[in-house]
């Protein structure tokens, strides 16, 4: 797989072999990107503490990076942020070694049933029971190390997001609730919506302090100010479009209207995201939903 020579089964499996990059977030704490969303690892006698468990097919790759690190070892415990398959493609085989797999209770209920979105057709397969979570929680809860985790209850991105908090580095691992580029994911299926959003970042506020990384599953760290620059933002959105729904118009009229135009020239044409947060609002604020 590393030379030409090497053949075509060959170079396919390199194309599929990701590169796991890895940033010290504090002690024994680690950043580590490249298998399908932000991971979050904390190395220590106990073994591995880890949020989020990337693409399945990035898992023993990824397995591999984490018993690398400096005093590091196989995962003992694993977060799922939330049931989608970058956060939970690790639960089949770290199940199987053992692990404690923590999440809450939504989170393992939808893990339990075939999945199909509506807006793409995208289908989702449950998972053995193996690979589900094996401790799951409905408020909060704390690690004998005092990682301290809790449920992001807004729906923010689904119904069963939770935060990770690590005291000892003040670092804050958010999962989707919020994001590091571009518009989010409304995954409204599951129980996400853009009121959800609002009320998640304002969550997000009250466990962080100023000084505060905070780990979303996808992009850049954001900062305490960020998370206030993206809940004035989301907040002027979903105004807007419940004005719009209170005068009975619709996702494609939401759309039409542009009412994140002025934040397109930083985040990208926001149509789809537009689109989803209409259909959220529907699937939460209608009278006759
Ligand atoms: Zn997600």
Sequence with gaps: MKTAAAGVAASRAFAQ???????????????LTGAG?????QTGPEGVVMVDGGLAQ?????????AALPNGGPVRTLFNTHWHPEQTGSNAALGMAGATIIAHENTRLWLQQNIT??????????????????KTFYDKGALDSG???GYIS?????????????????????GDAAYGQGWPVVDWWTGGWIGGIVGGLQRIQTVANKDT??????????????????????????DRLNQMLNKG?????????????????????????????????????????
């Design 147 to 149: 990682i301290r985790y």
């Design 17 to 31: 072999t990701p590169r796991i990059t890895i940033t010290p977030l504090g002690d024994n704490l680690y950043l």
């Design 117 to 134: 979105w509506p807006w793409n057709h995208q289908q989702f397969k449950k998972f053995p029971k193996i690979a589900q979570p094996n």
């Design 58 to 66: 990035n898992a023993a790759a990824l397995a591999q990076a984490v």
């Design 213 to 238: 990384k905070i780990v979303p599953a996808q992009g850049p760290l954001l900062s305490f100010a960020d998370i206030a620059a993206q809940l004035d933002m989301y907040g002027n959105i979903y």
């Design 154 to 174: 807004d729906a923010a991105h689904t119904d069963g997001d939770l935060y990770v908090y690590f005291p000892q580095q003040n670092v804050l691992a958010v």
């Design 249 to 289: 118009r619709g996702p494609s009229e939401g759309v039409e209207a542009k009412p994140a135009k002025e934040y397109e020239a930083k985040m990208g044409n926001s149509d789809e995201f537009i689109r989803r947060s209409f259909e959220s609002l529907w699937a939460y604020l209608s009278p006759d939903a």
């Design 37 to 41: 969303c932000n991971i979050v690892g």
